[in-house]
């Protein structure tokens, strides 16, 4: 199975400032149709998880202009521009370019 | 909107079963495929099973293979997951996922609120 280690598991932001979450993986999730399987997800408390970025550095319908994902092979970024409260959550990348589809463990972020 | 409601979930003794449903909403459902995923504390987050929009081809992680079944009723806009032999480390929140294309190992777009199942003596 494909492994995804995040880090960091948990950071405290400053309101306004940014915050970037890596994503390392055990195998390149760059496919032969040139396209890079890696996704990001935010589950906010009580809810399920959301999409935010898909396929490495696209972000997904809805999904605030402050998050950009990038990276490329098995070195994966999430950057947030400017933390805003509502961004508390857990934060889980997770590849399916092979099965079975794996996440990370997961980064919480908390506001100072 | 796309919405997703989770339902079937409970407390089973070990060695029990549980067929867990998931009414869909939204958008046309045999065109997409639909995913199972379980969340715990210690494990995360856990893909469990997939199925294409027809529900003809399937996929299973290795821990659920040959206890569990997931099946679809189009005509129902309803996913199925059905759990044999339940076992203490089946216990968690399930949640259905919509996958972004047809195929039933496609990544998801949307997850439903979740359904716990508890498997304990």
């Known amino acids: 199975d494909i492994v995804l280690t995040q880090t960091p598991l948990s950071l405290s932001v400053t309101p306004g400032q940014p915050a970037s979450i890596s994503c390392k993986s055990s195998?390149?999730?760059?496919?032969?149709?040139?396209?890079?399987?890696l996704y990001w997800y935010l589950q906010k408390p009580g809810q399920p998880p959301k999409v935010l970025i898909y396929?490495?550095?696209n972000r997904f319908s809805g999904a605030p202009d402050r998050f950009s994902g990038s990276g490329s092979g098995t070195d994966f970024t999430l950057t947030i521009s400017r933390v805003e409260a509502e961004d508390v959550g857990i934060y889980y990348c997770?590849?399916?370019?092979?099965?079975?589809?794996?996440f990370g463990q997961g980064t919480r972020l908390e506001i100072k | 909107e796309v919405h997703l409601l989770e339902s079937g979930g409970g407390l089973v003794r070990p060695g029990g079963s549980l067929r867990l449903s998931c009414e869909a909403s939204?958008?046309?459902?045999?065109?997409?495929?639909m995913s199972w995923v379980r969340q715990t504390p210690e494990k995360g987050l856990e893909w469990v099973s997939g199925?294409?929009?027809?529900?003809?081809?399937?996929y299973y992680a290795d821990s659920v293979k040959g206890r569990f079944t997931i099946s679809r009723d189009n005509s129902k806009n309803t996913l199925y997951l059905l759990m044999n032999s339940l076992r203490a480390e089946d216990t968690a929140v399930y949640y259905c996922?919509?996958?972004?294309?047809?195929?039933?190992?496609?990544?998801?777009?949307?997850w439903g609120r979740g359904s716990l199942v508890t498997v304990s003596s």
């Open positions: 396929e490495a550095s």
């Open positions: 199925l294409s929009g027809s529900g003809v081809t399937t």
């Open positions: 997770m590849q399916c370019i092979h099965l079975p589809m794996t």
């Open positions: 939204g958008f046309t459902f045999n065109n997409f495929g």
């Open positions: 996922a919509k996958a972004w294309g047809y195929s039933g190992d496609s990544p998801f777009d949307y």
């Open positions: 195998q390149s999730l760059l496919h032969t149709d040139g396209r890079t399987y």
